[in-house]
């Protein structure tokens, strides 16, 4: 049969492809996913999960932000919210806390952690610490105050510095004087004189950020320190020659007559008799040692010329002990004499107790590199860095003054500050200017007969090395002898 052509379907034809699936004429087409209402569902569910995020990181910043308060280094805060409240009592609990949070540890594996650096984490925490210490101070927390000022101090110094702040040795210095220790007082002064002050700034005249304490709580306290004192003391450590000296004592002899503390007049009686002695006016000063004394002191000459080959060369007992540093500057050029021999020429005399430091362990206090250490040499113990050390000693008689015989060296023309405290008592700052070997009263207190721990604590080492001048300076110390003194000065009761 021929071929026959194909014809074209119709398109009214139906298609029998289609036809063929079973049940597509009447199957209706299948709803889309999105719809309107659909739409309004998933979006409804979208808000409500980001709604239920937002409370969930809402409530965890808040959980977090509790647990992160809660731990030790968040005391100060806390402190300050509870003197904010006037709850005093949750304020001591608050600083106590602050005061076991310490900078530097090591952990359970003994691994060293340092919570401290330079730059803004150190700032803020010394900032936080002036201010607690301020407000303890306007609260009349006067020995929770010291403690964080101290802290505040202490951390302060924990890496070397060349630029110094004042503000917290300005806190500190009226925190000492309200609680009357007019030892710490002349210290800080030196201190702060030292790096080139003439003045004390009270704390609401500290910038940029003023301390909010009422000026009325310094009122009677610093009434009886003279203002001559800091301007005397800044003339002394910027001296040069014997004129600019000469100017030092003399103004040092204005804030004498003014100073309204027996304990205060003795120490500027000290910085007067050293300034007449580089002004090189010996025969004043050997005259205003002799009014102190109320003797002639020419009776030390023997002493300076025979002693030790001749111990009869004078009567010893006619020194006056509580003198001590006076006595020691006033030897003549000539004298042989080390500043050792000399404290142990008075270990015959029942006025005075000699203890040797070779006894000084060091101690970690959590607040310097755990591996730094005291050096033990036959002159004495060194303290090459900062680090604290402590020795037991037992006092046999009732004593009214501590003196140390020490020498240091300076960097940068600021000499070593220590800290120095007995058991637990608050410390009392040291300021140990001179690179010969010497004596300096570190406190007037009374110790009754008894076992104590002196600790020392040595803030600021540091070296600096200029190799154009080829010049290295290294701040550190030498610990040569504590003498306990066991007779009141002539004008202490």
């Given at each position: 049969m021929p071929d026959q052509e194909p014809t074209a379907l119709n398109d009214s034809q139906p298609d029998d492809r289609v036809s063929l699936l079973?049940?597509?004429?009447?199957?209706?087409?299948?709803?889309?996913?999105?719809?309107?209402?659909?739409?309004?569902?998933?979006?409804?569910?979208?808000?409500?999960?980001?709604?239920?995020?937002?409370v969930g990181l809402g409530q965890f910043r808040q959980w977090i932000d509790r647990y992160q308060t809660r731990k030790d280094r968040y005391a100060a805060e806390r402190a300050l919210d509870a003197l904010a409240q006037g709850n005093e009592e949750l304020a001591k609990e608050e600083v106590r806390v602050a005061l076991t949070e310490l900078p530097i540890y090591r952990d359970w594996l003994n691994r060293t952690n340092q919570e401290i650096w330079e730059g803004p984490v150190l700032r803020n925490r010394v900032t936080i610490f002036e201010q607690l210490s301020a407000r303890l101070l306007a609260a009349d927390l006067g020995e929770q105050a010291d403690a964080i000022g101290l802290k505040s101090i202490i951390e302060y110094h924990i890496p070397s510095r060349i630029v110094e702040i004042f503000e917290p040795w300005e806190l500190m210095y009226h925190i000492k004087a309200v609680e009357q220790d007019w030892v710490s007082v002349f210290e800080i002064a030196r201190i702060l004189a030292a790096h080139g002050l003439d003045h004390v700034r009270q704390p609401r005249q500290i910038q940029p950020l003023p301390l909010d304490?009422?000026?009325?709580?310094?009122?009677?306290?610093?009434a009886k320190i003279p203002s001559q004192l800091s301007r005397g003391l800044q003339q002394f450590y910027a001296g040069?020659?014997?004129?600019?000296?000469?100017q030092a004592a003399s103004t040092l002899q204005q804030a004498r007559e003014k100073a309204g503390s027996p304990s205060l007049r003795q120490r500027i009686d000290a910085a007067i008799h050293r300034s007449l002695i580089l002004a090189g006016q010996r025969a004043e000063?050997?005259?205003?040692?002799g009014e102190r004394w109320g003797r002639n002191p020419e009776i030390m000459d023997p002493f300076w010329r025979e002693w030790p080959k001749n111990k009869e060369a004078m009567n010893l007992l006619d020194r006056d002990p509580t003198l001590l540093d006076l006595l020691w500057n006033d030897r003549p050029a000539t004298a042989t004499q080390s500043v050792n021999q000399f404290v142990d020429s008075f270990m015959g005399d029942q006025r005075v107790q000699v203890v040797f430091p070779s006894g000084l362990k060091r101690k970690n206090i959590g607040y310097f590199n755990l591996r730094n250490q005291i050096r033990i040499i036959p002159e004495g113990v060194g303290f090459p860095q900062s680090v604290a050390a402590s020795v037991p000693v037992h006092v046999s008689r009732n004593v009214h003054r501590i003196f140390l015989a020490f020498d240091a060296t300076p960097a940068l023309g600021i000499y070593p500050i220590v800290l120095m405290r007995i058991n637990e008592d608050p410390y009392v700052p040291v300021y140990m200017d001179s690179d010969a070997p010497t004596l300096g009263v570190a406190m007037d207190r009374s110790l009754q007969p008894g076992d104590y721990n002196f600790e020392f604590v040595f803030l600021n080492d540091a070296a600096f090395t200029f190799p154009r001048k080829n010049i290295m300076e290294d701040r550190n110390w030498l610990l040569r002898r504590i003498v306990l003194v066991n007779v009141p000065p002539s004008d202490q009761p």
């Amino acid at each position: 049969m021929p071929d026959q052509e194909p014809t074209a379907l119709n398109d009214s034809q139906p298609d029998d492809r289609v036809s063929l699936l079973p049940g597509a004429e009447s199957e209706p087409p299948a709803p889309g996913l999105f719809t309107v209402g659909r739409g309004l569902l998933y979006l409804l569910l979208l808000a409500a999960l980001i709604a239920g995020i937002g409370v969930g990181l809402g409530q965890f910043r808040q959980w977090i932000d509790r647990y992160q308060t809660r731990k030790d280094r968040y005391a100060a805060e806390r402190a300050l919210d509870a003197l904010a409240q006037g709850n005093e009592e949750l304020a001591k609990e608050e600083v106590r806390v602050a005061l076991t949070e310490l900078p530097i540890y090591r952990d359970w594996l003994n691994r060293t952690n340092q919570e401290i650096w330079e730059g803004p984490v150190l700032r803020n925490r010394v900032t936080i610490f002036e201010q607690l210490s301020a407000r303890l101070l306007a609260a009349d927390l006067g020995e929770q105050a010291d403690a964080i000022g101290l802290k505040s101090i202490i951390e302060y110094h924990i890496p070397s510095r060349i630029v110094e702040i004042f503000e917290p040795w300005e806190l500190m210095y009226h925190i000492k004087a309200v609680e009357q220790d007019w030892v710490s007082v002349f210290e800080i002064a030196r201190i702060l004189a030292a790096h080139g002050l003439d003045h004390v700034r009270q704390p609401r005249q500290i910038q940029p950020l003023p301390l909010d304490v009422d000026p009325s709580v310094f009122k009677e306290s610093l009434a009886k320190i003279p203002s001559q004192l800091s301007r005397g003391l800044q003339q002394f450590y910027a001296g040069t020659t014997p004129p600019e000296f000469a100017q030092a004592a003399s103004t040092l002899q204005q804030a004498r007559e003014k100073a309204g503390s027996p304990s205060l007049r003795q120490r500027i009686d000290a910085a007067i008799h050293r300034s007449l002695i580089l002004a090189g006016q010996r025969a004043e000063a050997r005259k205003f040692l002799g009014e102190r004394w109320g003797r002639n002191p020419e009776i030390m000459d023997p002493f300076w010329r025979e002693w030790p080959k001749n111990k009869e060369a004078m009567n010893l007992l006619d020194r006056d002990p509580t003198l001590l540093d006076l006595l020691w500057n006033d030897r003549p050029a000539t004298a042989t004499q080390s500043v050792n021999q000399f404290v142990d020429s008075f270990m015959g005399d029942q006025r005075v107790q000699v203890v040797f430091p070779s006894g000084l362990k060091r101690k970690n206090i959590g607040y310097f590199n755990l591996r730094n250490q005291i050096r033990i040499i036959p002159e004495g113990v060194g303290f090459p860095q900062s680090v604290a050390a402590s020795v037991p000693v037992h006092v046999s008689r009732n004593v009214h003054r501590i003196f140390l015989a020490f020498d240091a060296t300076p960097a940068l023309g600021i000499y070593p500050i220590v800290l120095m405290r007995i058991n637990e008592d608050p410390y009392v700052p040291v300021y140990m200017d001179s690179d010969a070997p010497t004596l300096g009263v570190a406190m007037d207190r009374s110790l009754q007969p008894g076992d104590y721990n002196f600790e020392f604590v040595f803030l600021n080492d540091a070296a600096f090395t200029f190799p154009r001048k080829n010049i290295m300076e290294d701040r550190n110390w030498l610990l040569r002898r504590i003498v306990l003194v066991n007779v009141p000065p002539s004008d202490q009761p």
